[in-house]
């Protein structure tokens, strides 16, 4: 499998970086960031390939180089608004546009709320096109005590849209 994982926004960026840790080793995995980050990923994470957020050549930019799936946890209403009205000014944004155009698994984490009435339209308007709307929102039913569990159960819901099995949460029973 072939992912794109990006965030965007700062809060809960820790999030994504948590879903870089653990994701199987056999996945593909290309991350957009700031710069910063990335000096970090490249030092940290050898089985990652990042991008910039500038690089629309980047190999993630074609549909014809064959992501699966693409995440964008945390998704901030700004991007969220740009993928929605067809905005591909970044990679971030243009590796969302591929994965419309390609019929492609996207799922996003919108990060703010409470949501406003615009956010919500884009929201709507994306989950008609099939865009998944997966916020990290908790459930009680696994019982987390932790803010490791709670992140865990976020991103192991995350991992089940993407079809990654794991054992990140405690299920329903």
């Not at 970086?17 to 957009?32: D, Q």
Request: glycine residues 6%; aromatic residues 6%.
């Amino acid at each position: 499998m072939k992912l794109v994982v990006a965030t965007s926004g700062a809060s809960g960026v820790n999030l994504g970086l948590k879903v870089l840790k653990l994701l199987p080793k056999e996945v593909e995995t290309h991350f957009i960031m700031s710069k910063n980050s990335q000096i970090v990923l490249d030092k940290e994470m050898h089985h990652i390939t990042t991008h910039e957020n500038e690089d629309i050549s980047a190999s993630i930019a074609s549909g014809s180089f064959g992501v699966d799936a693409m995440l964008i946890a945390p998704c901030s209403m700004n991007t969220l608004a740009k993928i929605a009205c067809g905005i591909s000014d970044n990679l971030v944004t243009r590796a969302a546009a591929v994965m419309i155009k390609e019929h492609k698994k996207l799922i996003l984490a919108p990060r703010e709320m409470p949501f406003s009435a615009i956010a919500l339209e884009n929201m709507q308007k994306l989950a008609r096109l099939g865009i998944i709307i997966a916020p990290p929102v908790m459930a009680y039913y696994s019982e987390q005590q932790t803010l490791d569990e709670m992140e865990n159960f976020i991103i192991g819901k995350w991992f089940d849209l993407l079809g990654i099995e794991n054992n990140l949460y405690k299920r329903w029973e």
